[in-house]
């Protein structure tokens, strides 16, 4: 990695599922890199090598790195000031509690405490997904609080890491998108994603507003195909007609693609349902409010298969869950991630123990973060565990586990062999041959 004279030391700020990802990724790819999270807990166990929350082939990668001595991690934004000649914001964006619009505070906070600090050249880049109109409003921010001035400059640089995916989406993205205002920005940041556009992916160089769009628009469009093959699917429940034939028919057009069309219980996670939102919210703001109405009705498609999986569910028990035992299979919003923001799965749980029944989830990576923001739901140590005696399983996220699942093994411990495959993830003439009164979203 010789001749990084412009940028070799890096400090990314928020350690979370994008921030730890980047820091370890950076590290690997031979930048000497400092982590700074605000929660203490999270730095102590980074710093111990063991990863906060659940992602595949990451842990490797950060001990590897804190090893060799190029991955450190700290609370102390002296320190960080001090180290960084690039400073990645990572920070979380949550939807505001009651609106529809970003919560800005922790991406303001991070220019609070950094700025003031700031001494000598450096980059601050953004990498937080941020309503259109935020770059231009943190670098007017950072120009005032930074001793340095005008040595100080900002930069966007979007994420499109997938949880589940999040090595190889970093060390290898699609596309590189960077925001920028001037040559050395620019300059900086080609250095820094050189390995990447070496290997021919591209980098596209734009202004900040059109930085921050491409991200929210990516967002918003994949979360309007995931709602347009449900939307189908709402159509196919009532015309009889199998929407898992639809979309396959579909998706050899190759101006449609398979990609994102499989119809099932919708987006849930940390990012679509409130990228979506936060879109709209400032769609609103800027006066163009009627060019995404359409997102209402994503966000309504995408609720509403919520509500069509408890439906099916109680009626594949007469009418009521009232003292009846449900097994939930699945409790992240996705498999391979133990990820439950927004979860679609937990939402249905939640749901079915308020019309009351008894819930068991079971989840091969999401219990522990399940189990804390829901500790009034029942866990499994197993999907056989969390099944038993149940009058009806639900299968709502689709782990491969779940999918390989033996439909007479299964069928050993229920109570009844009723199931509903939220996710479309396994074949209904073998959980039909081994008995069970199989239903799905989109299905006859
Ligand atoms: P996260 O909640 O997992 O992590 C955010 C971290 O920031 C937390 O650890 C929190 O303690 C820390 N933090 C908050 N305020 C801080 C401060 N002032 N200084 C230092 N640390 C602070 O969130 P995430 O999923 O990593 O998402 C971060 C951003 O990246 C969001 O804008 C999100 O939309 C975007 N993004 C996420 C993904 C993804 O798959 N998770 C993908 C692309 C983009």
């Not at 197993?382 to 149940?390: E, K, L, P, W």
Request: proline content about 5%; overall charge negative.
């Amino acid at each position: 990695m010789g001749g990084r004279a412009l940028a070799q030391r890096l400090t990314v700020i928020g350690t979370g599922y994008l921030g730890a990802t980047h820091a370890a990724c950076m590290a690997e790819l031979g930048f000497e890199v400092l982590g700074i999270d605000v929660d203490a807990d999270k730095i102590a166990r980074l710093s111990a090598g063991e990863l906060p929350f659940y992602e595949p082939g990451l842990e490797p990668i950060l001990r590897r790195n804190l090893e060799n001595g190029r991955l450190r991690f700290t609370t102390s934004y002296d320190e960080v000031a001090e180290f960084g000649d690039v400073h990645f914001i990572c920070v979380g964006t949550p939807q505001k509690p009651g609106e529809y619009a970003a919560d800005m505070s922790y991406v303001d906070d991070t220019i609070t405490a950094l700025a003031p600090r700031l001494t000598r050249a450096c980059l601050v880049i953004g990498k937080s997904t941020v309503p259109v109109g935020t770059a231009e409003r943190l670098a007017r921010r950072l120009a005032r609080l930074a001793p340095a001035g005008d040595l100080a400059e900002l930069a966007w640089n979007p994420e499109f890491l997938r949880e589940g995916f999040a090595v190889e989406d970093t060390l290898h993205p699609d596309r590189i998108v960077i925001g920028v205002e001037s040559d050395r920005a620019e300059k900086v940041l080609r250095e820094i994603y050189t390995p990447m556009t070496a290997e021919g992916i591209p980098l596209i160089v734009t202004d900040y507003p059109t930085s921050e769009l491409v991200k929210v628009s990516a967002n918003a469009f994949l979360a309007t195909k995931i709602s347009f093959i449900n939307a189908m699917a709402e159509v196919c429940e009532a015309a009889h007609a199998d929407v898992t034939k639809l979309s396959e028919a579909l998706s050899h057009d190759d101006r449609i693609g398979g990609k994102f069309l499989g119809p099932g219980l919708g987006f849930g996670g940390g990012c679509l349902p409130k990228d979506i939102r936060a879109f709209m919210a400032r769609a609103g703001e800027l006066g163009v409010d009627q060019a995404l109405s359409f997102l209402r009705e994503v966000d309504a498609i995408n609720i509403r298969r919520r509500i069509r999986m408890v439906d099916l569910a109680r009626e594949l028990l007469g009418g009521s869950f009232i003292g009846r035992t449900v097994g939930v299979l699945g409790a992240a919003f996705k498999p391979n991630s133990d990820d439950i923001r927004d979860s679609p799965a937990l939402d249905v749980a939640t749901t079915i123990r308020a019309q009351g029944g008894n819930v068991t989830v079971y989840d091969p990576q999401a219990l522990d973060n399940a189990r804390r923001a829901h500790p009034e739901l029942a866990y499994g140590t197993s999907a056989q565990d969390a099944v038993a005696h149940a009058h009806v399983v639900l299968l709502l996220t689709e782990w491969r586990e779940f999918r390989e699942l033996d439909p007479d093994e299964l069928g050993a411990g229920v109570a009844e062999r009723n199931i509903v495959d939220g996710r479309n993830a396994l074949d209904p003439e073998r959980w039909r041959a081994a008995g069970w009164h199989y239903r799905a979203l989109g299905r006859p």
